[in-house]
């Protein structure tokens, strides 16, 4: 199964998703990070689910 996750970054709420299956390959669309904290959380939140970058 597939499964779209959409995070909100930076002031501006621009819309980031991420996009898995159940091998928990990952591919991220239309990355919104703004400044460095967000860019740590969004990779925090990729460690924290399991989750690798394809």
């Known amino acids: 199964m597939i499964t779209v996750e959409q995070l909100t970054y930076n002031p501006?709420?621009?819309n980031t998703f991420?996009?898995?299956?159940d091998t928990n390959?990952?591919?991220v669309i239309d990355p919104g990070m703004y400044t460095q904290e967000e860019r740590t959380a969004f990779e925090n939140h990729i460690k924290n689910?399991?989750?690798k970058l394809g």
Do not use: H
């Open 12 to 14: 501006f709420q621009e």
């Open 18 to 21: 991420l996009v898995y299956d």
């Open 49 to 51: 689910k399991g989750t």
């Open 25 to 27: 390959d990952c591919v």
